[in-house]
């Protein structure tokens, strides 16, 4: 696979965590629900930032972003959720979620590296950071 082929999985996969995000925003309840509704928040803010980095990356390079429902729903290796879930069960989805973009990432960067794209490197790289991050804050929480 290419780089744009690559960001491009990354892109489909982010829309979805987003979406999932959106939902656990609004629909999160109990005891935890001002700190939940909070982070969702901030966390889908977040989100559209990088989803729209990496289609701008796409397009530098050359691609064409998908972003069309039907590549999202026939390509999404992010899990969608129903509207209603427990608060925990949510966190665990974005631990999931954070774990398969992870997996995404570093599939991106071993193919820009292979070809000499430093400016796909530079950009993401630190998105493994920030998600591992969350990972920790958020296993953290479920203790």
Known sequence: MTVVEKLNQLLINYQ????NL??????????????LHDKFEELYRDAAEK????????????GTPK???KNIVSNADVESHEEQMEANEMVNSIISANKKLIENLNGVLTTAEE????????????????LEKQNWMFKAYLK
């Open 16 to 19: 979805v965590h987003y979406q």
């Open 51 to 62: 989803i729209d980095e990496v289609a701008e990356r796409v397009l530098a390079l050359g």
């Open 67 to 69: 972003g069309s429902l």
């Open 115 to 130: 070809v000499g794209d430093e400016g796909t490197l530079d950009i993401f790289t630190s998105y493994i950071q920030e």
């Open 22 to 35: 959106r939902l656990f925003h609004w629909n999160v309840k109990g005891p935890f629900f001002f700190v």
